[in-house]
Nanobody, 114 residues
C-alpha cells in the first residue's frame, strides 16, 4: 500500500510562487513515474507535469517555463516549483505515483488571486 502526503498549497497573488511537495510512504521498492495533475472548478483533471525515476520530465504546454518538477528518489518525494502564477492556475493539485498501479494524494488547493 502506497500513501501520498501533499503539502505546500495555499493562496498567492498573481506573479507569485509556491512549491508543492508530495511524499510517498509504504513498502515501496521503487516508484516509477510521479507527478501532478490539477483540477479547476467545473473542469476535468489534467496532467500538469510528471517525472520518471530516471529524471525524464514532461510538462503541460500551459505551464512550460513557469513550473519545474523534480524528485528525490531516496525520499520518494516529488516537488513542483511554481513561478509566475496566474489566476488560471487556480485548482486543486493532486500528486500521483506509479508503483504496481497508480496512487493518488488527497489534493492540495492552490488559489491565485489579487
Amino acid at each position: 500500500q502506497v500513501r501520498l502526503r501533499e503539502s505546500g498549497g495555499g493562496f498567492v497573488q498573481p506573479g507569485g510562487s509556491l512549491r508543492l511537495s508530495c511524499a510517498a510512504s509504504g513498502n515501496i521498492p521503487r516508484i516509477d513515474d510521479m507527478g501532478w495533475y490539477r483540477q479547476a472548478p467545473g473542469k476535468e483533471r489534467v496532467l500538469v507535469a510528471d517525472i520518471t525515476s530516471g529524471g525524464n520530465t514532461n510538462y503541460a504546454d500551459s505551464i512550460k517555463g513557469r513550473f519545474t518538477i523534480s524528485r528525490d528518489n531516496a525520499k520518494n518525494t516529488v516537488y513542483l516549483q511554481m513561478h509566475s502564477l496566474k489566476p488560471e492556475d487556480t485548482a486543486v493539485y493532486y500528486c500521483f505515483a506509479c508503483y504496481d498501479g497508480v496512487y493518488w494524494g488527497q489534493g492540495t488547493p492552490v488559489t491565485v488571486s489579487s
